[in-house]
């Protein structure tokens, strides 16, 4: 047991080293530096903003100018005392950006998370029990054709039709700009009209996925001895369902929800770009346009240790529900 916990523990922290690696490295390998990158209009012309002698000056103060393992001793070293950095472009810390934003990712992807997991396992429950029949059918063909859309494309199709069509959503932001709320309820509710359509998108572009892992481990749970057995005890369908058949299968679908987790904060940047909402996804990408360095390695981290964090907690789940595993 205790070499099993060593193991893992180094597993851990190799994992760890790699993504700080990778965080740090692959920003650099893109083209240009946060200084030529602020010196071009929209349409790419090159407008002169800042002298070479400013450039060179800059470069220094952020200590770009230092060969690569250096950059990379400094960023671990400032990392141990929980430094982030500063950011290039806000001008101010990257955990204080990261706090800014990392809120509104965290309520739409929560709810995403939520509303998939839940909508998922109903519908794939109802498809295995009504397994071959017409309805099974025309919701898996649906839902199969369904999860071809990618979900940015399916988060304008929204946006044009009940944000600019309709006019029943806002079309950007997450919060009404200058509003003068009457108490915190009507703040909550603001908050939520604003992310109604990108949390419907994220559970959109996730829920095929439980539906079928659900009506598929359903289907071959119900073949089990021990489901025949519960019959032949005379119990009714509803306990046998319940009780016996989804309470099995939803193990495989509890591992699916830290993955799908990890899979929305990374698509998270996509949808959050389409709705204009300011969450970290969408921070994510100004960061990129701007190269800049130290917010792009500060988002990078908190998906990456979010993820881990869910896989970790996905596994201390999975052992609770069948203590056959080893975690």
């Known amino acids: 047991m205790g070499e099993d916990r060593n193991s893992f523990i180094f597993r851990l922290l190799l994992t760890l080293f790699v993504i700080l690696a990778i965080n740090f490295f692959l920003p650099r390998m893109m083209p240009g530096d946060p200084f030529s990158t602020t010196s071009a209009d929209e349409a790419g012309e090159e407008i002169i903003v800042m002298t070479e002698e400013q450039r060179l000056y800059y470069m220094n103060y952020y ?3 230092r060969p690569l393992h250096e950059q990379f001793l400094v960023y671990m070293k400032n990392l141990m005392k929980g430094d982030l950095g500063r950011s290039i472009y806000y001008k101010m810390p990257v955990s204080d950006v990261i706090m800014l934003h990392l809120p509104w990712t965290v309520l739409i992807v929560v709810g ?3 509303i998939s997991t839940f909508s998922g396992v109903v519908l794939g429950t109802f498809s295995a029990k009504n397994r071959k029949k017409g309805s099974d059918r025309i919701m898996m ?3 199969i054709a369904f999860a071809e859309i990618p979900s940015f494309l ?3 199709i929204l946006l044009l039709v009940f944000s600019a069509y309709f006019r029943l959503f806002p079309l950007a932001g997450a919060i009404t700009p200058f509003a003068d709320y009457n108490g915190p309820a009507e703040q909550a509710w603001d908050i939520l009209y604003h992310a109604f359509l990108p949390v419907v998108t994220l559970s959109l572009s996730q829920l095929t996925g ?12 119900t073949t089990k001895e021990y489901i025949r057995t519960a019959r032949a005890k005379g119990l009714g369908e509803k ?5 016996h058949a989804l309470r099995n299968a939803l193990l495989p679908v509890v591992t699916r929800t830290g993955f799908m987790i990890g899979i929305m904060m990374g698509g998270v940047v996509l949808v959050e770009t389409v709705f204009s909402y300011p969450g970290i996804g969408m921070t994510l990408r100004s960061a990129v346009v701007g190269r800049d360095y130290p917010l792009i390695q500060g988002i990078l981290l908190v998906i990456a ?8 907690l996905v596994d201390k789940i999975y052992g609770k529900l069948d203590p056959r595993v080893v975690v």
């Open 63 to 65: 200590g770009l100018d």
């Open 112 to 114: 995403a998370t939520v």
């Open 141 to 143: 063909t649906g839902l």
């Open 154 to 156: 399916l988060g304008l």
């Open 210 to 221: 439980v539906y079928l892992l659900t009506r598929n481990t359903l289907i071959t749970v």
């Open 239 to 243: 306990t046998v369902w319940n009780r």
């Open 305 to 312: 240790v979010s993820i881990l964090v869910c896989n970790l």
